[in-house]
């Protein structure tokens, strides 16, 4: 994907009970244009318009998680594990017993201690799923807009314009693509050292 898209990774896990009631949440969900969906369905129903696989190597998938900016997840811990590894905070649907998707609803009291804990993003509802990936959509297109002004920008004026950048506006990404940036204008772009964020007031992450 190029700096200006969006990279959501899905995965199922390999149980071999069906989760189609995550792929009609994904389905269902008004997908702007420049997000590139990875979906792993396993022996679920495809995602019409993604880039569906229902399998893949554990080596592969790690590659699509590092790769992208928000990853939804099933709720075992596994593939749970694997994102926070990876820096993500992963947004969690646990399989359901009364819609056959797993043998019991171990997956419900996991997932909800993690979420206590923040570990998580806990989603239960369609309409849920759609505004937490919306407002991923929203934070990568203000970092669109903000490696726009950066090209615009030389080394110095970069350092500082960032360290205004809120802490919610994903920086990894951020930075990634301003190093791009810096790259197309400078021999040296490993000499560009990067301010602290200015710390939030608190409680700003909880609203």
Known sequence: MDGAGLSIAVSVGSDHHRFDRLMDWLTDWDRPDHVHLKV??????????????????????????????????????????????????????????????????????FTGRLAVRRMVTLIESPQQLADHLNGVTARQRRVIDLSSELESLGPLGVASRLSSVPERIPRKRTRRRVLELLHQRDSRPQDISFPEPRQERAGADAQ
């Open 40 to 109: 792993q369905h396993g022996t679920s129903h495809t995602v019409p318009g993604a880039s569906n696989v229902a399998f893949l190597p554990h080596s592969e998938l790690m590659a699509w998680m590092s790769e992208s900016d928000a990853v939804v997840l099933q709720g075992g811990p596994g593939g749970i594990i694997e994102a926070l590894r990876l820096g993500h905070r992963p947004l969690v649907i646990p399989r359901l017993s009364e819609f056959s998707e797993v043998v019991d609803d171990h997956q419900v009291a």
